[in-house]
């Protein structure tokens, strides 16, 4: 008998070099291994704002914070439209790389209001679980360190802010509702894997 979920929307999230996106892509292989359909996807899209917005990462563009956070949301609107609902819908389960909560944390950080983001934010679907990706500051430097372009949001002097901005959106969103885990995500990324699957209802 089954007995877990028909679909679910899940979402990694963790500061740069936190290994969002590796996870992420663990995790769909896993739950496809499983025979369930997966939708893995992320933001920034590749959708229209998407494209913007790495620009903007990537320092080709530079957007005001307020700004920033606003093309953030509308990309997310997109994004939320286009894939993450209609995969739902199909009862596919939805693996996003970043969400709503890096909004709120990077762009928060940037001295953007999170009252505003969240009010813009309103009717956006809440993930069934979020997964902060948690990893020592020294392990995320050498991970930064090998990486050949610095993005944005990559500078160093930025993580003690970015770390506190993180905590700050994650207890905003806990009290409106959402259900957010702190994974140790300096282990291996196949223990990494093994901690985040084994807080999905997966069908029996
Ligand atoms: P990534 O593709 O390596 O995750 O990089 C995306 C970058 O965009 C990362 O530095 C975080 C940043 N970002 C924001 O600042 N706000 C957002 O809402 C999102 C989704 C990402």
Redesign the pocket.
């Known amino acids: 008998m089954t007995t877990g979920r028909q679909s679910l929307f899940l979402v990694l999230e963790g500061l740069?070099g936190a290994g969002?996106?590796t996870i992420a892509g663990l995790v769909a292989t896993e739950l496809r291994a499983r025979d369930l359909q997966v939708c893995l996807t992320?933001?920034?899209t590749d959708g229209p704002l998407g494209s913007v917005l790495r620009a903007h990462?990537k320092c080709e563009i530079n957007l005001d914070p307020q700004t920033a956070a606003l093309v953030?949301t509308g990309d997310r609107a997109d994004h939320l439209d286009r894939m993450i609902r209609p995969a739902l819908r199909r009862g596919q389960w939805v693996v996003c790389?970043?969400y709503l909560l890096?909004?709120l944390a990077?762009?928060g950080a940037e001295g953007v209001a999170r009252e505003t983001v969240m009010a813009a934010s309103a009717r956006f679907d809440i993930p069934d679980l979020t997964v902060v990706l948690d990893v020592p500051e020294k392990v995320r430097a050498e991970r930064l360190a090998t990486r050949s372009n610095t993005?944005?949001?990559e500078d160093q002097e930025l993580s003690d802010v970015l770390r506190k901005s993180y905590e700050e959106s994650i207890a905003l969103l806990r009290a409106a509702g959402h259900r957010i885990d702190v994974v140790d995500a300096s282990l291996a990324p196949e223990m990494v894997l093994a901690d985040v699957i084994g807080r999905l209802d997966l069908p029996g």
């Open positions: 740069d969002t996106t992320a933001e920034p990462v953030f790389d970043r890096s909004t990077y762009q993005d944005r949001y």
